[in-house]
């Protein structure tokens, strides 16, 4: 009996083999229907369906140049192009613009710094696309000063203020047991505020996007995919805690520090894409009010160390993982400029904040309390109310 079994077991296929087959049988079937299964139904009744998004505009003297994308199942062909009601020469287009495909249309027009247009683009089918500048400015052309302008505006608001509310963790280690609860509380205050407000960001933006890639699904789908990559992230760390690696303390500080750089690499993407059109006003008050802002950021991230000893590269390699993702955020917003693209990322913050709310959330219950008590829940409104507060120094 036992050698009849061991030798039905033998004659199995592996696993794995069964899986690719079946893959395989999906895949052949999907591949055909969709080469054959078409050609058995009836032609669509009615005209084309055309749908145009304008991805990219870039304005340089005497000239717009507009990146579209076909977002609709037809091909669409541009025939005429107006800016604010006036015909103008185009080049590009003149191609019918296949689904999902992109093209370039040079418009040559005599734009004026400061001035709003209105860009109407007429297909050959009689539909009108239009796209709004809601002021125009010369594009910012890529290069060593353009770079290094955006990588300091991300150090100011990114890097610095998150290392300066870290000095306060000498001041923090003298406070009590209660006082540690209540600046955790704090700390969630503080990630819930970042996490309403990098959503309503991300829906605005999606509302700003044409949907090419998607607009709203693409906040939600960055917010996923952040919270179950950090929950993975956290499983890891847990696994070294228990082989004698740091224990909770050092590890939810660097939770904090992961999700807070995420955020801050949305918030640096919108910062240089509203440069890069002429959005943002660069300026003293500017830098100052990211910067109270932010400060509140590393008073988050040294929460957890009250209780625990961290050394000075420690606290700066937390620091950078928290501020330095503004400074990338700053040089590809102004570079990219993409709608879709910020959605994405300040997505990815979201999720990645809340994440970091479920790991603190069970240091605030008190002992024998299943509950969070009143100091939890003032620490936790006063975090809302100082970041609400800070925010308004923010003319961004």
Known sequence: MAEHTEAHSDSRLPAWLSWVGVVAVIAIVLTTLGLLGGRALPDRVGPPVEEVAVEHAVLTEGRIALTVRNTGPDPVTIAQVFVNDAYVDVRGGEEAIGRMRSATLDLDYPWQDGQPYLISMLTSTGLVIEHEIPVA??????????????????????????????????????????????????????????????????????????????????????????????????????????????????????????????????????????????????????????????????????????????????????????????????????????????????????GAIAQVIVQIAPALRADGRDRADATVLGGVIAGILVMYVTGLLVSA
Not at 175 to 186: E, I, K, M, V
Not at 196 to 204: I, K, R, S
Not at 245 to 271: D, F, Q, S, V
Request: proline share 4%.
């Open 137 to 350: 400015v010369t594009t910012p052309r890529p290069g060593a000063s353009f770079y290094g302008l955006m990588a300091l505006l991300g150090i100011y608001v990114g890097v610095i203020p998150v290392l300066l509310g870290m000095l306060l963790l000498p001041v923090l280690r003298r406070s009590g047991f209660g006082a540690l609860r209540l600046l955790l509380a704090l700390t969630v205050g503080l990630l819930a505020f970042l996490a309403v407000d990098g959503t309503m960001e991300g829906w605005e933006l999606a509302q700003e996007a044409d949907g090419a890639f998607g607009g709203a699904q693409l906040v939600v789908f960055g917010a996923v995919a952040a919270f179950l990559a950090l929950t993975a992230v956290d499983r890891f760390l847990r696994g070294r805690r228990e082989q004698g690696e740091p224990g909770t303390g050092p590890r939810l500080a660097l939770m904090i520090a992961i999700g807070i750089g995420l955020h801050n690499l949305g918030e640096g993407l919108a910062i240089g894409s509203a440069y890069a059109v002429g959005e943002l006003a660069l300026g003293a008050f500017l830098v100052l009010g990211f910067a109270v802002h932010n400060t509140t950021e590393g008073v988050a991230i040294v929460a957890p160390l009250v209780r625990q000893r961290a050394s000075i590269p420690t606290l700066l390699l937390l620091g950078l993982i928290a501020g330095a993702p503004a400074i990338i955020g700053a040089v590809v917003g102004a570079s990219v400029n993409n709608a879709e693209l910020s959605a994405l990322l300040l997505g990815i913050g979201v």
